[in-house]
Each structure stands twice: as C-alpha cells, then as structure tokens.
C-alpha cells in the first residue's frame, strides 16, 4: 500500500480538540449548533464498561478514546482500481458514489433522477447544497443521547452519505456507495435516507478497508426516513480489516404502509459493536430484517437489534445467520417490543449461530417486551456445530471435507442470502464467505 501522509492537528474528545475541529468546518449555524449539543452530552455521557447491560459482553477496556485522532486529513494515493470499479458499473446501477478516507472521489447519478429531484451525493457537500433537504432529518432518528458513540458521532462526524428520493419517484436499479478506509486512522461519518411517500429504491452501502491499515476506529451512524407507502431496500455490506474497532448506531423509522428490505453482511472488523432498530411507527408499516455474518481468527461482534412495533397492524420479521471458526465470538441481543396500542402486531425473530471450531462462541438472546394484548409475537434461536452425518454423507459421495463443509455452509447462509435481490452483491457475499473458509479464488 503506498505510503499516505496525515495532517494531525487534535486527539481526543475534549474541548481543545473539538474547538479545533469545528474551525476545520465551514457550516451553517444550526449544524454548528447541532455538534455543540452533541458534545455537550458526550462530556456527560460516561464511556460503556462491563456493568452496562448492552456492553458486558463486549470489553472495550483497551480502547483509548483521548489516544484518538479527531482532526485529521489524509492527503495521498487514489483507492485501487478495484475499489474504484466498484459504484462504476453503469450497465446496472444508476448512480455511484465513492468516499475514500471521508473524501469524495468519485460520484455520478443518471441524468433524468437528477431532474426529478433525486439527491445522492456525499452528506459535507449535501448540508451547503441541500440544507432544506438535511436539516429537518439530521440527527432525529439517531440522537446523541442514543449513547456515548452516538454523541461522539454527532460531535466530530466528517463526512458521509445522503440519499433524497422525492415523492412517488421509483428507481429501478440500484444506487450504490462505497466508504473506504485507506490511510486515516479514524473514520467518522453518517448515513441519511429519505425516501418520500410513494417512492421507491434499492441502496447498497459498502464499508471497506485493508487489513494493511493497520488499528483503526470506526464510529458511524445510520439514519433512515421511510415515508408513507414507500419501499427502502437496503443492503450493508461491512468488510473493514480486522484490526478495526467499529461501532455504529443504526435505526429506521418506518411509517404507514411503507415496507423496509434491510439486509446486513458484516465479515470484517476486530470488535464490532452494532445498534440495529426498526421503529414501526405508521399503521400497516412492515420491516424484514436480515443478516448473513462470518468471523474468524480473534473476531468480536456485537449485535443489538430492536424490533420497534408503536403503530397497529404492523409486521416485523429478522433472520440473522452467524458462522464462527477459530477463537471468534458473537453477540446477539434481540428485542420485539409491542407498544399499547400497537394491536394486530406480527412480529417474529431468530438467530442461527453455526459452529466450525472447538474454541469459537455464540451468544444468542431473544427478547420480548409485550405491551398490548392482541398479538403474535415469537422467536428462536439454536447454537450448534456441523451436522457430523451430514458431513460423512457428502464425503462419502466423493467430496473432500474442504467442500463438504463449503456446501453445508453454503446450505447454511443460503435463507438469507436469497433475499439479496442483487446478483452482483450475492456474488461479493459467496466470495467473503469463501475466502473465509479458506478456498482459493480461483476454486470459487
């Protein structure tokens, strides 16, 4: 990787190193407002330790938050061609956009989506352009009271994604955005989505960087507007390297008649720690959330998600599938909370943790918290190892144990994977899953 200099000017969460990084920041006042709060309530707000419920499965001890670059700039090389070739393909998206290291490289959107009021750029370029379009959204689904990441991201976030879809505007192929890590050793950023009454659209969020970066921190948020009778499908694909210490607060407000497709692929990063809410808030709103996961090595993940159900008539379904080898572990902490009033509610969550070695863990807790009285809500969850006669069977068939466990894996992740309505995101998610398991490309 070609060496990339760095401008430091600030550490930490302070006040100096927040007053240094707001005169980094040329913004309007009520954004500058909107940090000063953040901050506020970050110097409140105590870093997560062991005797918080949500965190004692995760020990975040040996991250030093003063020892963080907050004001930083990286100044060199361009992201690989391959990364770069990634939001390109204009044969099947219709737009792309590219950040690398919080700067924007690359970004494009067809033509007649811009005339009609489509709006998909970087967020830094969308507060000065679009400030109508941002400020009524920005920091009301995720709030810095949300937590201490959630606050420190409010405070010093650089740069990140904004998505506009206006009313009843429907996109047929997907737009498509890459964050990639290559020489900075934070990242900060932010994801906004509105999509209008009516509107409809297919997002694909990727967040990447190389192992060859080195220890690194990621703290992100993810915030999604769904209007009335609109339709989000939005696909998440994280592969940061495995020394990344990642946590993100991620939630959706889904309102009347809209439908959310929410699909998550998380294979990268050393110790993951992810908020992930759908608050139903409108009548007949409904909400399928999906998750295909595999660590490895030293690997840590931690997934709080939260089935949000306030209105009547609402439908939530999650289906997270984890596979685990080596000494990795997983943390699954679900909830389906039914609000009164929240009647004909139809809700139903479960986690399926796979096994591969004697010395990897899963975590898997469901959770209920049931406040009306005409209801369905349900769940599951199973921790278990490689069916032995399954794998006999396929051996005995001529198979090598490499391949018999490929297919059982495969056969394992494939519920979720289906819901993948785009084939070049199903193929990047075969190929994380292989590599690790081991198979050379070239045996794919």
Not at 162 to 182: G, H, K, N, S, T
Request: net charge negative; charged share 25%; with cysteine.
């Amino acid at each position: 990787m070609t060496e990339t200099p760095l401008l430091t000017t600030a550490y930490g969460i302070g006040r100096e190193a927040f007053q240094a990084f707001l005169e980094t920041r040329d913004e309007p006042g009520w954004l500058q407002e909107a940090r000063q709060e953040a901050w506020r309530i970050l110097q409140e707000t105590p870093k997560p330790g062991p005797t918080d419920e949500a965190w004692r499965r995760t020990d975040i001890r040996a991250l030093e938050v003063e020892g963080l670059a907050t004001v930083v700039r990286a100044d060199g090389a361009a992201p690989p061609a391959a990364v770069q070739a990634i939001p390109a393909r204009r044969e099947v998206l219709a737009g792309g956009l590219l950040l690398a290291d919080g700067q924007r490289t690359q970004r494009w959107l067809e033509g007649r989506l811009e005339r009609r009021g489509v709006i998909f750029t970087d967020l830094a370029t969308a507060v000065r352009e679009h400030p109508d379009r941002v400020a009524p959204y920005l920091g009301q689904v995720v709030r810095p009271t949300d937590g201490f990441f959630a606050a420190m991201n409010g405070a010093f976030w650089r740069n990140g994604i904004f998505l506009y879809v206006p009313r009843d505007v429907e996109i047929p192929l997907p737009l498509r955005a890459v964050l990639w890590l290559q020489g900075l050793p934070t990242d900060l950023s932010r994801i906004l989505i509105v999509v209008e009454p009516g509107a409809q659209v297919t997002f694909i969020d990727e967040r990447l960087a190389d192992d060859a970066v080195g220890s690194a921190f990621h703290c992100g948020t993810v915030e999604i507007h769904l209007k009335e009778n609109a339709r989000l499908t939005y696909i998440a694909l994280q592969n940061w390297g495995r020394y990344m210490w990642n946590f993100t607060h991620e939630r959706a407000f889904v309102d009347r008649d809209s439908t959310l497709d929410w699909v998550v692929v998380g294979m990268g990063g050393g110790v993951t720690k992810t908020f992930l809410e759908v608050a139903l808030v409108g009548r007949g709103a409904t909400a399928y959330m999906s998750g295909v996961f595999f660590f490895d090595g030293n690997q840590h993940a931690d997934y709080d998600t939260e089935q949000d159900h306030i209105a009547p008539y609402t439908k939530s379904d999650l289906l997270y599938k984890v596979a685990l080898k080596d000494r990795a572990r997983s943390v699954w902490q679900g909830m389906i909370r039914a609000h009164p009033g929240a009647q004909k509610t139809d809700a139903y969550q479960a986690n399926r943790n796979l096994i591969l070695s004697p010395h990897a863990w899963a975590d898997s807790i469901p959770g209920l918290e049931i406040m009306a009285n005409d209801l369905r809500c349900t769940h599951g969850a199973t921790v278990g190892q490689i069916n032995q006669e399954e794998l006999f069977y396929l051996m005995s068939r001529g198979l090598s144990r490499t391949a018999a466990t490929r297919l059982i894996v495969e056969g394992f992740f494939a519920p979720v994977l289906d819901r993948i309505p785009d084939p070049d995101v199903r193929r990047q998610a075969d190929a994380m899953i292989h590599r690790k398991l081991g198979i050379p490309p070239e045996e794919e």
